[in-house]
């Protein structure tokens, strides 16, 4: 199938510390997995996104790793700031589908104390 | 992301009713999709539109349906509205040709009593 599973479903940490949320996917033609962050009563908003063909991407405090061997992903962040605070959400698409359909991890919230 | 318009941005309905739900998208992208997010939950696909034609469909009954207008906005019907239909519908805009980005918009949030 296309499930993904996203660990933690919580996460609280000290501000200035690091924080990692991991996905693991079933369907080995996954090719593209984005990351998106939403507050509280708004729009999912992309952060980072990788490719199959990439191992790690860093975008200044954030950076995403992949394995496609053993088919999971992570995001990392560091540096921690309480606007960091928010839900995450990965996800995956594929070319089993037309289309780029994304399904999603179930969130993971991020508590970052002042 | 900022470009992709949802309209309205509350709604309130009776079981049983119908309800349409409006999306425009990034200038210049030809997708649209639209997803269900129930509170405190992922969102979930439901259709996805390219160049009018629809290219995939999620795991939602035939009440829900969806259209794509020459100038790419989209609309998405749900007939016959149940108590779990609740959910803030979003929808996601992307110009498919060049790369797999999908921005959301602010989303509907549609309220079923």
């Known amino acids: 199938g296309e499930n993904v599973e996203q660990h933690p479903s919580t996460l609280s940490v000290q501000e200035g510390d690091s924080a990692v949320i991991k996905c693991t996917y079933s369907?080995?033609?996954?090719?593209?997995f984005p990351w998106y962050k939403q507050e509280l009563g708004k729009r999912p908003q992309l952060i980072i996104d990788i490719r199959s063909n990439v191992g790690e991407k860093k975008d200044q405090r954030i950076a995403v790793t992949l394995n496609k061997t053993a088919k999971h992903f992570s995001l990392h962040i560091t540096e921690t700031q309480p606007e960091d605070s928010a839900v995450y959400f990965c996800?995956?698409?594929?070319?089993?589908?037309?289309?780029?359909?994304?399904?999603f991890g179930g969130g993971t919230r991020l508590m970052v104390k002042p | 992301d900022a470009g992709v318009t949802q309209s309205p941005t509350h709604l309130i309905k009776t079981r049983g009713q119908h309800v349409t739900l409006r999306c425009s998208p990034i200038s210049g992208h030809k997708s649209v999709s639209w997803y269900q997010q129930v509170l405190g939950q992922g969102p979930q696909f439901i259709f996805q539109y390219y160049e009018k034609e629809e290219r995939g469909r999620g795991n939602f009954p035939d009440r829900f349906s969806a259209r794509q207008f020459p100038n790419y906005s989209s609309e998405l019907n749900v007939n016959a509205l149940l108590l779990g239909d609740s959910a803030l519908y979003l929808c996601?805009?992307?110009?498919?040709?060049?790369?797999?980005?999908?921005?959301f918009g602010p989303g509907t949030r549609l309220t079923v009593t």
């Open positions: 996800a995956r698409t594929g070319s089993n589908n037309a289309g780029n359909m994304l399904t």
């Open positions: 369907d080995s033609a996954s090719n593209y």
């Open positions: 996601a805009s992307s110009s498919l040709t060049f790369t797999y980005e999908q921005y």
